[in-house]
C-alpha cells in the first residue's frame, strides 16, 4: 500500500508558476514509477507527466517546455514544477504511483491515487 498526499496548489495569475509536491508513504518509493494527472470541471482526467526512478520523464504535449517534474527518492516525494500558467491549466492535481516497469500515461496503469490539490489560473 502507498499513501500519497498532494500539496502546493493555489490560486494564481497567467503566466505565473506553481509548484506541487505529492509525498508518499508505504512501500519503497524508488521502485515506482510516479505520475501527475489533472482533471477538468466536465472534464475526463488526463495525463500531465511521469517520472521513473532514475529520473526519466515523460509530459502531455499541451505542457512541454513549462512544467517539470522530478523527484527526491531520499524524501519520498515528487514534484511538479509549473510556470506560464494558463487558464487551461486549471484543475484538479493529482499523484499516482504504479510498478510499470515503463512509463505509462495510462490512468488505469496506476494503482495508487493521492486525493488532489486544486490549482487555478486566472486570465
Known amino acids: 500500500q502507498v499513501h500519497l498526499v498532494e500539496s502546493g496548489g493555489g490560486l494564481v495569475q497567467a503566466g505565473g508558476s506553481l509548484r506541487l509536491s505529492c509525498a508518499a508513504s508505504g512501500r519503497t518509493f524508488s521502485n515506482y514509477v510516479m505520475g501527475w494527472f489533472r482533471q477538468a470541471p466536465g472534464k475526463e482526467r488526463e495525463f500531465v507527466a511521469a517520472i521513473n526512478w532514475i529520473g526519466r520523464s515523460t509530459y502531455t504535449d499541451s505542457v512541454k517546455g513549462r512544467f517539470t517534474i522530478s523527484r527526491d527518492n531520499g524524501k519520498n516525494t515528487v514534484y511538479l514544477q509549473m510556470n506560464e500558467l494558463k487558464p487551461e491549466d486549471t484543475a484538479v492535481y493529482s499523484c499516482?504511483?504504479?510498478?510499470?516497469?515503463?512509463?505509462?500515461?495510462?490512468?488505469?496503469?496506476?494503482?495508487?491515487w493521492g486525493r488532489g490539490t486544486q490549482v487555478t489560473v486566472s486570465s
Open positions: 499516482a504511483a504504479t510498478l510499470s516497469v515503463v512509463l505509462t500515461i495510462r490512468t488505469l496503469d496506476y494503482a495508487y
